[in-house]
């Protein structure tokens, strides 16, 4: 079994015990097929953390830290768990940390999306053209807005459909 198929066979178990935002599994497998490209990302394979999760510090003892150069060839220590089935829970902890406060209010897709990307959860706003856009807050909500059409977007096609 691929490791996508096996993260979404996780997440599954882990909604049905936990009833963590049962109305989502779509938009949340979405969110994580857009971060490790369908499971086939370095930091997937190599990590088995499919939405670019980095370490934090209430983090430690679920997951290890994994030094790792993201798009932009920035290192950093990120999340790495034993296997995809250790995902979710880890995931779960992660959103409802202090800065996703609220998370747990949103009970369908599109707030759940909104809500996270709109916290920071979508990739660091980019340098375009040598200009830094880390302290635009129109630019930054505008990456934001589109980090959750597109999760949203991918959440409603047929690739999620049929894992569902």
């Known amino acids: ?88 829970g880890l995931y779960f902890v992660f959103i409802r940390r202090q800065v996703y406060f609220g998370i747990d209010s949103c009970q369908d897709p599109e707030s759940f999306i909104n809500h996270l990307a709109n916290k920071g959860f979508c990739a660091s706003t980019p340098e375009i053209k040598g200009q830094d856009y880390s302290d635009n807050d129109s630019y930054r909500a505008a990456v934001a807005q589109a980090y959750a059409n597109s999760v949203l977007k991918l959440a409603n096609s047929e690739e999620i459909k049929k894992l569902i």
């Not at 109305?23 to 086939?40: D, H, M, P, R, Y």
């Not at 930091?43 to 993201?70: C, H, I, Q, W």
């Open 1 to 88: 079994m691929h490791n996508f198929e096996r993260v979404t066979a996780a997440l599954k178990n882990h909604q049905a015990k936990y009833n963590d935002f049962p109305l989502c599994t779509a938009v949340i497998l979405a969110q994580w097929a857009k971060e490790s490209n369908w499971g086939k990302s370095k930091l997937a394979v190599l990590a088995n953390n499919f939405a670019g999760l980095k370490m934090r510090p209430e983090l430690r003892g679920l997951a290890k830290p994994f030094t790792y150069s993201d798009w932009q060839n920035k290192t950093d220590p990120y999340c790495a768990v034993d296997s995809p089935e250790d995902f979710p």
